[in-house]
């Protein structure tokens, strides 16, 4: 299972495998046409991606919508031959407050050289049945900040009209991905910062 993509964080959110930066999350056309696939895009603007960011008697949280996604399947009722690309637009990530936002895509996040947020999604395990869904691991590379690392993200998968509402959550460090940690007057931020996303994909044939 490949996801080009978040999350970042966010997600999250890495240089998507064929992804090209400034492009539309894409997957590589299929080997085998003689193969269907069922697929699902990201509903941009429905739902969000974010993190929640700790510092002394002052949290914040950061959001965006702006998720861009596209998932294959060969077997929807058994997540067989999953693929899977999202991308992430991290200059639009809002904390809510212009003059930490601005500090945040300059010298943090570095937008202008780094603009989006991409995840690989390489495999899934732990697949389990639930009454209304799925849970996995979704395992792959999340670029961020110029980074790519390897992750397991945890998902949850439940049906939405048209289509499946995928959620989730997971702990990452601004330091594995060479992100200066913030300090705002006198509040310096947490390294840890856990990204969430709760976003829906609606089936496109």
Same mark, same amino acid.
């Given at each position: 299972?490949?996801?080009?993509?978040?999350?970042?964080?966010?997600?999250?959110v890495?240089?998507?495998?064929?992804?090209?930066?400034?492009?539309?999350?894409?997957?590589?056309?299929?080997?085998?046409?003689?193969?269907?696939?069922?697929?699902?895009?990201?509903?941009?603007?429905?739902?969000?991606?974010?993190?929640?960011?700790?510092?002394?008697?002052?949290?914040?949280?950061?959001?965006?919508?702006?998720?861009?996604?596209?998932?294959?399947?060969?077997?929807?009722?058994?997540?067989?031959?999953?693929?899977?690309?999202?991308?992430?637009?991290?200059?639009?990530?809002?904390?809510?407050?212009?003059?930490?936002?601005?500090?945040?895509?300059?010298?943090?996040?570095?937008?202008?050289?780094?603009?989006?947020?991409?995840?690989?999604?390489?495999?899934?395990?732990?697949?389990? *049945?639930?009454?209304?869904?799925?849970?996995?691991?979704a395992?792959?590379?999340?670029?961020?900040h110029?980074?790519?690392?390897?992750?397991?993200?945890?998902?949850?998968?439940r049906?939405?009209?048209?289509?499946?509402?995928?959620?989730?959550?997971?702990?990452?460090?601004?330091?594995?991905? *060479?992100?200066?940690?913030?300090?705002?007057?006198?509040?310096?931020?947490?390294?840890?910062?856990?990204?969430?996303?709760?976003?829906?994909?609606?089936?496109?044939?």
């Open positions: 299972m490949r996801v080009c993509a978040f999350i970042c964080g966010s997600i999250v890495a240089g998507l495998g064929l992804v090209i930066t400034g492009t539309a999350c894409e997957l590589p056309p299929l080997q085998d046409s003689a193969r269907p696939r069922t697929v699902y895009r990201v509903v941009e603007g429905k739902g969000f991606v974010g993190f929640d960011a700790k510092a002394f008697m002052h949290d914040f949280t950061g959001k965006t919508s702006t998720v861009q996604g596209v998932i294959r399947l060969a077997d929807q009722d058994q997540l067989t031959d999953p693929e899977a690309c999202v991308r992430i637009d991290a200059a639009s990530l809002d904390t809510g407050i212009s003059t930490r936002d601005n500090i945040m895509r300059a010298d943090h996040l570095e937008t202008a050289k780094d603009p989006t947020i991409d995840f690989l999604l390489k495999h899934i395990e732990g697949v389990t *049945r639930q009454s209304d869904g799925w849970d996995f691991g395992g792959g590379a999340l670029s961020l110029g980074v790519t690392r390897e992750i397991l993200l945890p998902v949850r998968v049906p939405a009209e048209g289509g499946v509402r995928l959620m989730g959550e997971i702990p990452l460090k601004m330091s594995d991905y *060479r992100i200066a940690i913030p300090k705002f007057l006198f509040f310096t931020v947490e390294d840890q910062v856990v990204v969430r996303f709760d976003v829906t994909a609606t089936r496109s044939q």
